[in-house]
Nanobody, 130 residues
Framework: QVLLEESGGGLVQTGDSLRLSCTVS????????????VGWFRQAPGKGREFMAS???????TTAHSVKDRFTFSRDSATNTVYLQMNDLKPEDTAVYFC????????????????????WGQGTQVTVLA
């Protein structure tokens, strides 16, 4: 099991930007961040978890069609951190944002379902005011 901690959420106005961070760690000595794929999801009140991005072990990945023109991701192997850059935020982006991780055998595997991930962070709240 790995540990994930999100940060960077907040209360912003429509059109603002936020960068979410997710730092991955583990309480065991053989942890290697490069073995893990990481995903971003969000959950609005009364709704299920919605896929935002899947970040491959290689650092590439994919973003949900609904946000691909506004959201981008990145991966920093030196700090075991992935980022979700969110631009031009809208009230409908209001949600709790989660990152999740799983070991991936393939360097370029992407995972779209929340069921594909084994470990989750606690989430960070993003609220966008109209």
């Amino acid at each position: 099991q790995v540990l994930l901690e999100e940060s960077g959420g907040g209360l912003v106005q429509t059109g603002d930007s936020l960068r979410l961070s997710c730092t991955v760690s583990a309480p065991f000595a053989r942890f290697d961040f490069s073995d893990y794929a990481v995903g971003w999801f969000r959950q609005a009140p009364g709704k299920g978890r919605e896929f935002m991005a899947s970040i491959m072990r290689s650092g590439g990945g994919t973003t949900a069609h609904s946000v691909k023109d506004r959201f981008t991701f990145s991966r920093d192997s030196a700090t075991n951190t992935v980022y979700l850059q969110m631009n031009d935020l809208k009230p409908e982006d209001t949600a709790v944002y989660f990152c999740a991780a799983r070991r991936a055998d393939r360097l370029r595997a992407v995972y779209y379902s929340s069921d594909d991930y084994d470990d989750w962070g606690q989430g960070t709240q993003v609220t966008v005011l109209a």
